[in-house]
């Protein structure tokens, strides 16, 4: 998938190629000159046929494959509004996770759906919570309370068993149990399938986006779960300071991810 973020109405720039690494992304957008921010008001405007768009000084938004603009609820579009509204005297990327999604459904996972499925579902295959810890014992121990109950709840509500192992060795899961949750993507339509892409590459999993998109877990627990590792290494080595900035970059990815799978 790509990283589409548009700005001018008029002349679309070219599409840089998708940086997945948010911290190095928001390095490079530091480092570049940033667009202008050419408007002064930005409304919302329903859509005959259903959906929402943004408007700019009264001017329809683009992607950049130059389709409309169009967002499915009304309550997303305030949100998207909100990132154009919230832009000083430069445009700032990194600050607009919510357009940057938009933008990559439309152009790319509506008319590439299956493509982006099946890429979400290799995670299964190496799902994080499948490779657990060797030691020490504490550790291995919250990665059972933690991990445990939803490599279960995926068992017992999709029928996938998957097969769990101590340290890096590859485990081949069974090809059923890879189907079943394949399948488990069928509902979802292009935007919630776009978020789940999202927090499972995020996240190293397909298990926790699958939780958080069936409810199983709340955005919050889902996020610590699937970084248990990295808070049992700050408790024990302490705080790093380029850790936590790229965490926190993540995060706002992340959270915008979840904004589709759950409106």
């Known amino acids: 998938m790509r990283d589409l973020l548009w700005y001018d109405p008029s002349t ?7 940086e997945p690494d948010p911290v190095r992304r928001a390095q490079a957008a530091m480092r570049k000159d940033l ?3 050419f408007w002064k008001e930005v ?5 005959a046929g259903g959906g929402h768009r943004i408007l700019l000084d009264g001017r329809p938004v683009k992607t950049p494959g130059k389709r409309p603009f169009v967002l499915p609820d009304a309550d997303l ?4 509004a909100a990132e154009w509204r919230a832009q000083g005297g430069h445009i700032d990327p990194s600050t607009m996770p919510l357009t940057r999604l938009a933008n990559s459904v439309i152009d790319g996972v ?3 759906r299956d493509e982006v499925a099946d890429d979400a579902a290799r995670y299964a295959a190496t799902d994080l919570l499948c490779y657990r810890a060797e ?10 309370a933690a991990w ?3 490599v279960d709840w995926v068992e017992d509500a999709h029928g996938a068993r998957l097969l769990v192992a101590e340290g890096i060795v ?6 059923e149990a890879l189907a079943r949750l394949r399948a488990a993507l069928e509902p979802l339509d292009a935007w919630r399938l776009a978020g789940f892409h999202t927090v499972t590459t995020l996240t190293g999993s397909f298990v926790v986006a699958l939780a958080l998109a069936e409810g199983r877990l709340d955005a919050d627990a889902a996020w610590t779960v699937a970084h248990l590792d990295e808070a049992w290494n700050a408790e024990l080595w302490g705080r790093d300071e380029e850790a936590e900035f790229r965490l926190a970059h993540r995060r706002v990815e992340y959270d915008a991810a979840v904004r589709l799978i759950r409106p």
């Open 148 to 150: 445990d109950p939803l």
């Open 110 to 112: 509506v008319e590439r």
């Open 43 to 47: 409304a919302c405007e329903a859509v």
């Open 12 to 18: 679309p720039p070219e599409t840089p190629a998708f």
């Open 77 to 80: 579009a305030g949100s998207v």
């Open 135 to 144: 030691g020490p014992e504490r550790l291995v121990a919250r990665q059972t």
């Open 170 to 175: 590859h485990v081949a899961q069974e090809a």
């Open 35 to 37: 667009p202008r921010r």
